[in-house]
């Protein structure tokens, strides 16, 4: 678009680099702030905030704005149990469900040896290190139900089979409002296998 401004065209590229946000979302969404001058004051101050001050909790390596993040931090978790993350949004997505009181932990995503994410990409040194210091007794992978996701379930228990542990993956199965013949047979199978007694 040659006749926008160059800060303009600047602006709706960044926006365009975020996940799921296209060209005409990002030009949308430049246009309605740049008629909300207060709103791309907040949003620039608050930025820069973030930029200034955010950086990875040294325990976990969940985003932190102060040493250990909020979670590491709280003496009312229970530091026995570590669920094992990919991604920031894997602990708000648990967070939400108000049913987990363990700690977390971020390995910066999932094994991929075709993407280059091999093992020594990953945060498993720390991992084990983070066991140790709180004397874990289980870990919950919680990873996405993909090939990356499961090649890092399968390497991760493996690997830290040396440990006196419980290792333990999230029961699959069949979401809510979905007709059991649309099912795919591995969902099916998963849910069978992890049924529960009523």
């Not at 678009?1 to 960044?14: C, G, R, V």
């Not at 996940?19 to 740049?34: E, H, M, N, Q, Y």
């Amino acid at each position: 678009m040659a006749h926008l401004p160059n800060f303009i065209q600047k602006l709706i590229d960044e926006f365009d680099k975020l996940p799921g946000i296209g060209p005409k979302t990002a030009s949308r969404l430049v246009f309605d702030l740049l008629h909300r001058k207060e709103d791309i004051k907040s949003l620039a101050d608050n930025l820069n905030i973030a930029f200034q001050q955010i950086h990875l909790c040294p325990k976990c390596f969940n985003l932190s704005d102060d040493g250990l993040c909020k979670i590491c931090s709280n003496p009312n978790r229970n530091k026995k149990i570590i669920a094992v993350v990919a991604h920031n949004q894997d602990v708000e997505a648990l967070e939400k469900t108000g049913n987990f009181q363990g700690t977390y932990h971020l390995l910066n995503g999932l094994l991929s040896p075709l993407e280059g994410i091999t093992p020594d990409k990953l945060k498993i040194n720390e991992l084990e290190k983070h066991i140790q210091e709180d004397s874990a007794e289980e870990i919950i992978l919680v990873f996405d139900q993909s090939m990356e996701g499961e090649a890092t379930t399968i390497y991760l228990s493996k690997h830290l089979k040396k440990y006196p542990l419980k290792i333990s993956r999230l029961a699959r199965g069949i979401p809510m409002g979905a007709n059991i013949e649309y099912t795919d047979e591995v969902t099916l199978s998963s849910a069978l296998e992890n049924r529960k007694e009523i």
